[in-house]
């Protein structure tokens, strides 16, 4: 079992650890400990933020002075093939292997808040069911976004019951910074939509096949720059190789 940064392997495909027909984000035992390994580290204040697995019960867990916070993971891509069924369908198996290949990394999968408040839905529950959202990344992180700038957003009840997690982090800067998501993020601290971004549109997934590859492209080349970015802070923060004698 990988028990170190520098076992970390970006190009580790996460469903092959997985029993068939079962999910990796909650299946995939490399998939948890890479998780454990990326994201305990130091938060913007100096304070350790450690995360143990703690059973079925808990994905992840951390437990500190900072509070209790039971995470969860979440792929960050998607093909929508039942909402999209005819664009799918007309992509290559080659494409479409392509996608499933590059995406099923750790690149592309991120943890949220795991525990439903008050019987709602968790973040990652009501970003896949809102139809201004659809599951879309990056339109999450733009909610995100707004809710360290007080805007409002889809998801702004849902992100304000899990504040003292994003609290945690202090700003979008810190957030983006602690799970290396500056793929998505420019220069300006704005998010790199997948598509064309004009509000938050009852309808927010494409409707022609072009679209769609376009669509799909980005969110592959955001999940190969991430896996870049992860792999660049492992090297940063893994001893250097002592050359055999």
């Given at each position: 079992?990988?028990?170190?940064?520098?076992?970390?392997?970006?190009?580790?495909?996460?469903?092959?650890?997985?029993?068939?027909?079962?999910?990796?984000?909650?299946?995939?035992?490399?998939?948890?400990?890479?998780?454990?390994?990326?994201?305990?580290?130091?938060?913007?204040?100096g304070t350790p933020f450690t995360l143990i697995p703690s059973g079925?019960?808990?994905?992840?867990?951390?437990?500190?002075?900072?509070?209790?916070?039971?995470?969860?993971?979440?792929?960050?891509?998607?093909?929508?093939?039942?909402?999209?069924?005819?664009?799918?369908?007309?992509?290559?198996?080659?494409?479409?292997?392509?996608?499933?290949?590059?995406?099923?990394?750790?690149?592309?999968?991120?943890?949220?808040?795991?525990?439903?408040?008050?019987?709602?839905?968790?973040?990652?529950?009501?970003?896949?069911?809102?139809?201004?959202?659809?599951?879309?990344?990056?339109?999450?992180?733009?909610?995100?976004?707004r809710h360290y700038t007080g805007e409002n957003s889809p998801l702004?009840?849902?992100?304000?019951?899990?504040?003292?997690?994003?609290?945690?982090?202090?700003?979008?800067?810190?957030?983006?910074?602690?799970?290396?998501?500056?793929?998505?993020?420019d220069g300006s601290g704005q998010v790199r939509f997948f598509r064309?971004?004009?509000?938050?549109?009852?309808?927010?997934?494409?409707?022609?096949?072009?679209?769609?590859?376009?669509?799909?492209?980005?969110?592959?080349?955001?999940?190969?720059?991430?896996?870049?970015?992860?792999?660049?802070?492992?090297?940063?923060?893994?001893?250097?190789?002592?050359?055999?004698?």
């Open positions: 079992m990988t028990s170190e940064l520098s076992d970390i392997d970006i190009g580790f495909n996460v469903s092959s650890d997985t029993p068939p027909g079962r999910d990796p984000d909650s299946h995939s035992p490399t998939l948890r400990e890479y998780h454990r390994l990326l994201w305990s580290k130091p938060l913007p204040d079925r019960a808990h994905y992840l867990l951390h437990e500190s002075a900072k509070g209790r916070f039971s995470l969860s993971s979440d792929a960050i891509n998607n093909q929508h093939r039942g909402l999209l069924s005819d664009a799918y369908g007309s992509q290559a198996q080659q494409v479409n292997d392509d996608f499933c290949r590059a995406t099923m990394t750790v690149g592309g999968y991120m943890l949220f808040p795991g525990e439903r408040l008050d019987r709602k839905p968790t973040i990652n529950q009501h970003r896949g069911m809102h139809p201004r959202i659809r599951d879309r990344f990056d339109l999450t992180l733009e909610c995100i976004r702004s009840e849902t992100l304000a019951r899990y504040a003292n997690f994003f609290a945690l982090f202090e700003s979008f800067t810190g957030y983006v910074e602690h799970f290396l998501l500056q793929a998505l993020v064309l971004f004009d509000g938050f549109n009852p309808n927010p997934l494409p409707s022609e096949v072009d679209d769609y590859d376009t669509y799909l492209d980005r969110q592959r080349e955001f999940v190969t720059t991430r896996n870049a970015h992860i792999a660049a802070y492992i090297r940063a923060h893994s001893p250097p190789v002592r050359p055999s004698v």
